[in-house]
């Protein structure tokens, strides 16, 4: 039963634990335990709650009680560090203190059940605010290696088996980038379609999704904790479809675009970029395989990194390499315009296709070290420059125009993961996912790092 846990879909826990067959508290020691043995390399953790026990207790109870339950009942998992958990310590920049109350997801998750573990890990600050990196979580394929940032903890945690699904955040890529180089299921959802009350709330470009080794998994959370609040002032107060609401539609029918590089991507490229695009776009194609059809489209988007400096810059947080540019007034106009060609673009492709596909990210995870140097420590992902821009290149334009948008596993390059995004029109997070499942069942992955 242990390795049956270690790796079974959270959705599949459940329905052991529904029926009797494994105990809440049993589900909670077994990855507790995967926790401990793991920990010391991976580094996947900040914050452990010691409540969680008592809560496992409490849905066991449920359970032989014969009371409702919700769709993550008695499943263990996480949120990344700067979501609030209710009595553990926030993490810096975000807060210094102990938190006085649940964040609003974390609100959503204990209502549906979930029994949470803990914080997973953000990118270590040094005492210096810079980046530490040799403190940060590491990559369950190849511990040399980084999982990405800055949903680190939280793909580190799940690729290597100590929960089956967790929370991460995406502000240009920061589930996606991080799934792809572990092989998992990450979502970056509509803009405001996760109401979100904490320290990024105002954000204009960051979402929370699931990252997860299954997409009924991630549509399930995403179900959980989407939709509108009355807290929330900047997210969408009307309801969206269900995330799951198509999954049980297959690809046949949907017509796809594919794109290498939107154009422009391969100016950011590294040394591997040109095989890892190669492998992703056959991948993409086998769509063909089950009833879709992709098409390459000729459409050529603008460099978008003047948007995201210019976002950056007026909000007052940095300069962003515009020194001598004009005033953000002037700069913030240029950017508006780029942005309106760009949704054009968009808006005419998606009047003709279901969904666009395309790399996640053209490399494969480097290790700490290259790393550190494609995006020197306390420089921002969306700076310029080859090494940053390589990194968030492929994501961060659907931030800015808030697209829904998921990558999904897709194979090795040179041993290690990479991975497919299917982008959608806003409001189509229920389409991305379907198309998601549809992929992964016609190409399963079920490699299993070297950690298990």
């Known amino acids: 039963m242990a390795d049956d846990l270690t790796w079974a879909p959270a959705w599949r826990i459940e329905e052991l634990i529904r029926s009797r067959q494994v105990s809440p508290v049993e589900v909670l020691d077994h990855f507790l335990a995967r926790i401990e043995e793991h920990q010391g390399v991976l580094r996947a953790f900040d914050h452990f709650d010691e409540r969680a026990h008592a809560h496992a207790k409490a849905a066991e109870v449920a359970v032989l009680s014969g009371e409702d339950l919700g769709p993550l009942h008695g499943i263990p998992t996480a949120v990344k560090a700067h979501l609030d958990i209710e009595g553990l310590p926030q993490t810096f920049p975000f807060g210094t203190g102990i938190a006085e109350r649940d964040d609003l997801v974390v609100e959503r998750l204990r209502g549906a059940g979930a029994v ?16 530490d990196y040799e403190a940060t979580a590491r990559n369950p394929w190849d511990p040399s290696r980084t999982p990405g940032i800055s949903s680190a903890g939280t793909a580190a945690a799940v690729a290597a088996g100590l929960l089956p699904v967790a929370l991460g955040s995406d502000g240009g890529g920061s589930s996606r980038l991080p799934a792809a180089y572990s092989g998992l299921v990450g979502v970056h959802p509509t803009g405001g379609l996760v109401p979100w009350l904490g320290s990024l709330a105002t954000s204009a470009t960051s979402t929370i999704g699931p990252i997860s080794r299954d997409v009924l998994d991630a549509a399930t959370v995403l179900s959980v904790i989407a939709g509108p609040d009355g807290r929330d002032q900047v997210g969408l107060h ?36 040109e095989q890892v695009i190669r492998h992703i776009r056959e991948a993409a194609l086998a ?5 879709a059809t992709v098409e390459p489209t000729e459409e050529r988007w603008e460099d978008y990194a003047v948007m995201t400096r210019a976002s950056f810059a007026a909000a007052g947080l940095a300069s962003m390499g515009l020194e001598g540019t004009g005033s953000v007034e002037d700069l913030v106009e240029t ?28 490399s494969v995870a480097p290790t700490i ?5 494609r995006i020197p420590s306390g420089m921002s992902i969306v700076e310029g420059g080859p090494g940053p821009m390589s990194y968030s290149v492929y994501t961060g334009l659907f931030n800015l125009l808030k697209f829904p948008a998921v990558s999904v596993p897709c194979g090795f390059v040179d041993g290690l993961p990479v991975g497919l995004q299917i982008v959608g029109f806003p409001g189509h997070d229920a389409k991305i996912l379907r198309l998601a499942r549809a992929f992964l069942e016609a190409l399963p992955r079920n490699e299993r790092p070297p950690v298990s």
């Open 287 to 291: 769509l063909g395989g089950v009833g």
């Open 335 to 362: 950017a508006n315009s780029l942005r309106q060609r760009n949704w054009l673009r968009f808006r005419r492709l998606f009047s003709e296709y279901d969904l666009l596909l395309c790399p996640t990210i053209h």
């Open 116 to 131: 949470i573990v803990g914080h997973t890990g953000m990118p270590v600050y040094g005492s210096d605010g810079n980046f």
């Open 238 to 273: 009307v309801d969206l479809p269900d995330p799951r609401s198509e999954l049980e539609h297959d690809a046949k029918g949907m017509k796809l675009a594919w794109t290498d590089d939107f154009g422009f991507a391969r100016d950011y490229a590294v040394e591997e970029s």
């Open 369 to 373: 070290e290259v790393f550190a140097t």
